[in-house]
Nanobody
């Protein structure tokens, strides 16, 4: 059974940083594209970014490019989302997601991902 467990969410002042983690089990992590999504109240779940199998390739939404960085540690089956220069509009529940077997880094639809974590709340205040 696939399990994705996010951690690291919380309250942060605008301009600050947070690092989210997502621990994966039950899948072949090293051949799974891992993504991050977020969902604000009343809004649809939106793509944040992806990281390829080896961790070399990444792909980001324009709204977070230059501020957020995704990395992974295949030895620990963990993917990370480093969020810098946070803005109030980054407030959302953040989800990690897995797309086993996919190789195309530019996938970004919710339906491209078959496995999801439970989410972790990030709140950015001014």
């Amino acid at each position: 059974q696939v399990q994705l467990v996010e951690s690291g969410g919380g309250l942060v002042q605008a301009g600050g940083s947070l690092r989210l983690s997502c621990a994966a089990s039950g899948l072949t992590f090293s051949t799974t594209i891992m993504g991050w999504f977020r969902q604000a109240p009343g809004k649809e779940r939106e793509f944040v970014g992806n990281i390829g199998w080896s961790g070399i390739s990444t792909f980001y939404a324009d709204s977070v490019k230059g501020r957020f960085t995704i990395s992974r540690d295949n030895a620990k089956n963990t993917v990370y989302l480093q969020m810098n220069s946070l803005k109030p509009e980054d407030t959302a529940v953040y989800y990690c997601a897995g797309a086993p077997g996919h190789w195309l880094i530019t996938i970004r639809r919710v339906t491209d991902f078959g496995s999801w974590g439970q989410g972790t709340q990030v709140t950015v205040f001014t």
